[in-house]
């Protein structure tokens, strides 16, 4: 049989390194810690969890719920981990932090078809290979792997503005239109009066930063100023940026707004919209306590919050497929965050999805079809087939899941159906010939 070389033990080398060995494929698994670490990693375990112990939501009416119950069923190793080490964190999964990591280590580290590597490399190495690095990738495999895929094909993303459900914006406070009446009326504009556009402002000003660590680049606040740095530079600062209202007219009131924020679509559904010069390094929960201030988005749902820090990813769309195969070099697969997935669980995702098509190809058989009506497919199809000029990584959300096809009365028991539509098809796929070999 065939050997696969998985290069990073993180959430996402693991899981593949995992995947492969329990369908007899022997696997190579390269991880330069402890040898040399990075400014984020503190242990020697796998699986690291380098930011907050919790994995999110566990609730299948929330989308990372979803993909957290369909890894279960297709029998995920970092799952089965998180939920042997969890701590009490009322509906969401949070874990022991260590245990968990030790745990994941343990069982890749006694399984007789991996064998474990300490150290770096630099170069992509050859045969069938799974680059699961990291947004903290080393500059010397960076550079590797930029080469590989030409000057446009890795990022170093810095900054990125919230983005909000559509369903979740106040619709009598916005308004659909561009500027000057151009064109069609691709924007929700969210107005604000001047006496609302103070009160944001004040509180925008003082707002909690996240805190900067060691690996961030502080060089991104020269290239992108983030809207809280804007707002302390003047009280009119951003009614000349990003909330001019100059050329736009709210139907509700006949009038020009004060100021207002513009949301534009981010995904081709229409069911995403980010908001537009919102770069900001706020923390999550002052983002939510302070852009709520903004009528038209008091109750909004924030599907990803901004961010502002070095994160090495894909340009994916058009690079790799809906299997994170390189496209032009299908022998090379990517997985986790440096594809463009957002977040613990999605990595862990990519990583069983890549293994799960590199196995099957290796053994003989069809590769699996993870359709967008599971979130584990829609996932991989968001990073494959995302916006090419405008693509940003995303957290699982049911923005980016086929929606039913028809009504359900409201929001938790709408996500509930597509939950149940989705594990009905991974029981369906569990029964396929890829379950049967492992052992």
Same mark, same amino acid.
């Given at each position: $049989? ?12 693991s ?6 060995? /329990?369908?007899? /494929? ?5 991880? $330069? ?8 990693? @503190? ?6 969890? @380098? ?7 566990d ?6 719920g ?7 069923? &297709? ?7 998180a939920?042997?080490h ?8 949070a874990?022991d ?22 150290? =770096?490399?630099? =170069?992509?190495?050859? %045969?069938?290979? @799974?680059?699961?690095?990291?947004? &903290?990738? #080393?500059d ?5 792997i !930029? ?5 446009e094909?890795?990022?170093? +993303?810095?900054?990125v503005a919230?983005i ?14 561009s500027?000057?009446?151009?064109g ?8 604000m009066?001047?006496?609302e ?14 805190e ?9 606040f ?7 740095v804007?707002?302390?530079? %003047? ?7 990003? &909330? ?24 081709a559904e229409g ?20 852009? #709520? ?12 919050y ?5 994160n090495?990813? &894909?340009q994916?769309?058009? !690079?790799?497929?809906r ?8 022998r090379?697969?990517?997985? %986790?965050?440096?594809t ?6 999605? #990595?862990?995702?990519?990583?069983m999805?890549?293994?799960l098509?590199?196995?099957?190809? !290796?053994l003989?058989?069809?590769? @699996?079809?993870f ?7 829609a996932?991989?199809l968001?990073?494959s ?7 940003q990584p $995303? ?7 086929e ?8 929001k938790?028991?709408?996500n ?22 492992v +052992?």
């Open positions: $049989m065939e050997s696969v070389t998985v290069v990073g033990a993180g959430l996402a080398g899981e593949a390194a995992w995947q492969l060995a /329990i369908r007899g /494929i022997p696997v190579r698994l390269i991880e $330069m810690r402890p040898g040399k670490s990075t400014p984020a990693h @503190v242990s020697p375990w796998f699986a690291e969890l @380098v930011c907050s112990n919790s994995l999110r939501s609730e299948l009416s929330n989308a990372v979803l993909l957290k119950e369909e890894l279960r069923r &297709l029998g995920s190793l970092v799952m089965r981990c939920d042997q969890r701590v009490a964190a009322g509906g969401a999964l874990v932090r260590e245990g968990f990591a030790k745990a994941v280590t343990e069982s890749i580290r006694s399984h007789p078809l991996i064998e474990v590597e300490e150290r =770096e490399i630099t =170069e992509i190495p050859d %045969g069938q290979v @799974v680059i699961a690095t990291g947004p &903290l990738t #080393s010397a495999f960076a550079d590797t !930029l080469r590989r895929t030409g000057s094909g890795l990022h170093f +993303y810095d900054a919230p909000v459900s559509i369903e979740s914006v106040d619709m009598d406070s916005a308004f659909r239109a500027r000057y009446d151009k069609t009326a691709d924007y929700v504009n969210c107005p009066t001047q006496e556009y103070l009160a944001f402002w004040q509180e925008l000003r003082s707002a909690r930063q996240a900067v660590h060691g690996f961030d680049d502080g060089g991104v020269e290239g992108c100023m983030p809207v809280e804007m707002a302390r530079r %003047g009280e009119d600062t951003m009614r000349y940026g990003p &909330l001019k209202p100059v050329g736009l007219r709210d139907p509700h009131t006949g009038a020009e707004p004060y100021a207002v924020v513009q949301l534009r679509q981010d995904n069911t995403l919209y980010n908001m537009v010069g919102f770069q900001t390094h706020l923390t999550f929960g002052e983002q939510k306590r302070v852009f #709520s201030m903004i009528p038209a988005l008091k109750n909004a749902e924030f599907v990803r901004g961010v502002m820090h070095r090495t990813y &894909l994916s769309p058009g !690079l790799l497929d299997y994170y195969r390189l496209i032009v070099e299908p090379i697969t990517f997985a %986790g965050q440096i463009g997935v957002e977040g613990y669980v999605e #990595s862990c995702a990519s990583g999805l890549a293994a098509e590199l196995a099957a190809r !290796l003989g058989l069809p590769a @699996v079809d359709s967008r009506e599971t979130a584990i497919g996932l991989s968001y990073v087939h995302g916006s090419v000029g405008d693509f $995303m957290n699982v959300n049911f923005g980016i899941i929606p039913l096809g028809y009504r359900v009365k409201g938790r028991n709408k509930a159906e597509i939950s149940a539509r989705s594990l009905g098809l991974i029981d369906a796929i569990r029964e396929g010939e890829l379950w049967q070999c +052992y």
